[in-house]
């Protein structure tokens, strides 16, 4: 049942554990909160937080699947149901998007055809489990998208508004997340623009470092002693590379695959490898300290959630004990197993 209910790729963490990704707080001094409704609608209005929770509550229990490939099953949010508001503001038909702007310092945002956030049964949340939400998760009010990567959920929402045509959010616009996030076609960034050739002669200089290479397919190659130091390499496919001696210091890896790589004494300190796979990697003497580790696999699991093709550990292999804390209880066991020989 579970593995139906899971989506490709995408690892469960259990128990109470609820990450933070991206914008940790809302921009600070804008006076009160409230939710202003703007756009294509004939009656635009500005609802104060009072007023919003006078409205038609729904409860909704989710299950929250984030692009850096973790899920969290049956959360339980509380609000007011997209499709309750909109009757308020009477939507005019040319309406074909709903952006969600959040009160943040870069003005975040996303957005979703307007049609679809209404049959995915979109929620302007302000309760999770029966508490409001914590100002970190987004609270006062933020969206809650069921069906979609979790970006598409914006955190302190403070307008929606109502387009003619699509306003690509934040992450859409900036980083290359895929417009339609669904998570069961797994459509989580769009396409690497490396064309072949710029990936050669990339390759054979064996220097990333600060480079923006998305989604770079370097499968197979041999990548000793590559500086990568604070590339941004999300999405990048290493996989079966020889990368002893890389250099991976501040990069960005997240869901970056790494499988069966030989990684024997790489530097990856202080890089995000949320989401990314190191399955069948050798990782003996490779350094982790101050990685970020949401989401990331060492090894696969079968349906029987017996581990297959666990990367290779020994006691050189170097991490924060306090990282472990981020992984799925499967990966973190699968881990510990292999290191707590030798350590405190
Ligand atoms: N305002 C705002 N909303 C946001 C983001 C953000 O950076 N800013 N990140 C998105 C992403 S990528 C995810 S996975 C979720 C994370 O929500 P959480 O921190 O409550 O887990 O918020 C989404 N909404
Ligand atoms: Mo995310």
Known sequence: MSSRRLPPNQQLIRGERWPFVGERSSAPGRGEWGLEIAGLVDRPCSLSLEEFARLPQTTKTVDIHCVTRWSKFDVEFRGVLLADL??????????KFLSFVARSTRE??????LAEALELGTLLAT?????????????????IVPGKYFYKSVKWIERLDFLA???LGFWE????????ANPWREERYVAS????????????SKDFSGQDLRGIDCRQRDLRGLNAREGLLRDANFSNCQLANADFSGANLSNANFFAANLRDARFVGADLEGAELSAADLRGADFRGCSWFGTSFCRLEDTSRSVDGALFDTTTRFDPSSLEQLTDEQRRYVEERTTDGRE
Request: avoid cysteine; hydrophobic fraction near 30%; proline fraction near 11%.
């Open 86 to 95: 909109t009757p308020l503001v009477s939507v005019r038909p040319a309406a």
């Open 108 to 113: 975040h945002s996303s957005s979703l055809p």
């Open 127 to 143: 309760h999770v489990g029966g508490e409001p939400i914590p100002a970190e998760h987004g609270g006062p009010i933020r969206g």
């Open 165 to 167: 045509e699509n306003r």
């Open 173 to 180: 616009a900036t980083a290359g997340y895929h417009d339609h």
């Open 193 to 204: 623009n490396i064309d072949g050739r710029r990936a050669r002669q990339l390759i054979a």
